[in-house]
């Protein structure tokens, strides 16, 4: 039986340049001083990376502008196909907004906790990363 999923996307604006944006998601060093958490892995297409309980890879990247993985948590069914996160930034007059597109995400994975995750661990911890610069 094939498992069901769904698509979340959120915004957030990030009081930052798209590229400083970019930048904090494909520096390895930045990512990890951010999300507090250790950033592994290499930061090119096809390469993969690991951080929190995600082990994901590289699939676009287009710098200040895009950026696109495909994810596997540790909370994923077994079998599922990676989710698709795609990241895009666009310049506004307060800073960057982000749009986030997260795919193929299992419908037992509820969506509530996908969206408090995503503002908890990147967009507030972002947000507090360039307040300080």
């Keep these: ?16 340049t798209p590229d400083e944006v970019y930048e904090a998601f494909t520096n390895s ?3 990890s001083e951010f999300t507090g958490d250790q950033f592994k892995g290499v930061t090119k297409i096809g390469e993969k990376f690991t ?3 995600i082990s994901g890879k ?20 077994n079998g599922l ?11 506004m007059p ?10 193929n995400l299992p419908m037992k994975i509820e969506e509530d906790y996908l969206l408090e ?14 307040n300080k610069k």
Excluded: C
């Excluded at 307060?94 to 795919?103: A, D, F, H, K, R």
């Design 81 to 91: 196909a990676p989710s698709k996160v795609e990241l895009t930034f666009k310049e």
């Design 117 to 130: 995750g995503w503002t908890e661990y990147f967009w507030s911890r972002l947000k507090k990363y360039f």
């Design 29 to 31: 060093k930045i990512y």
């Design 51 to 53: 951080v929190y309980d």
């Design 58 to 77: 590289f699939l676009e990247l287009e710098k200040g502008k895009r950026i696109v993985e495909e994810w596997v948590n540790s909370r994923w069914p």
């Design 94 to 103: 307060n800073g960057t907004e982000v749009t986030l597109i997260q795919s």
């Design 1 to 16: 039986m094939k498992t069901q999923t769904h698509t979340i996307k959120q915004k957030a604006i990030i009081p930052a």
